[in-house]
């Protein structure tokens, strides 16, 4: 039997009305900088990076994320100003807060014990909690002029993460799967 595999990964999305505000940013950076891949997800702080699961066995993943989330608190989050990954990814700026640190530890440690799963692409990569609006289609010359632009812009929002959201890929799009309440 062959198995399907499915491409995921685990985040902290901000409430409707940020994710509104952050989507006409992404939406400003498709319109004047033709970098529209940010529009492919929801706004959300990436806590496990993209990995591979079977279908078959996704029950397996539920539960544990269901087990690590209702032992956990909510985390205050704090959204400021812009940051940047030159030469190619701008981002609205995460606070790394204690209570954030933590639970992103305390979650890769969950699923590399439980699961086995782990950063494969950057393993012992710090964790560095950001919002993207721009990546991999902004040109290093389009990053530049858009980078000026934003250094120094104003961007302020707080929310209470309450919940894990698993996404999901399908069609070339990140969908939301399953969320798991603190």
């Known amino acids: ?5 499915s491409l995921f ?6 409430p409707v009305s940020i994710q509104e505000e ?13 970098s529209s891949h ?9 806590l496990q990076p993209p990995f591979q699961w079977n279908q078959e ?6 539960e544990c994320l269901r087990e690590f989330a209702c032992d956990r608190s909510q985390v205050p989050i704090t959204l400021s100003g812009f940051a940047a990954f030159p030469p190619r990814v701008i981002f609205v700026n995460v606070l790394k807060t204690p209570e954030l640190l933590n639970l992103q530890a305390d979650l890769a440690n969950h699923l590399k014990t439980t699961l086995g799963i782990v950063d494969e692409k950057f393993p012992g990569r710090p964790f560095a909690p950001h919002m993207t609006v721009a990546f991999k289609d902004l040109t290093k010359q389009n990053f530049k002029a858009a ?25 070339g799009r990140w969908n939301i799967f399953k969320e798991f309440t603190f």
């Open 38 to 46: 940010a529009q492919k997800s929801p706004p959300h702080i990436t």
């Open 147 to 171: 980078w000026s632009e934003f250094q120094d812009k104003p961007f302020k929002a707080e929310f209470i993460a309450n919940q894990l959201t698993l996404l999901i890929h399908n069609n």
């Open 9 to 14: 990964f685990i985040a902290l999305l901000p």
């Open 1 to 5: 039997m062959v198995s399907s595999r």
């Open 22 to 34: 952050v989507n006409q940013i992404k939406q400003y950076f498709s319109d004047r900088y033709a």
């Open 57 to 62: 066995s996704v029950e397996v993943l539920e």
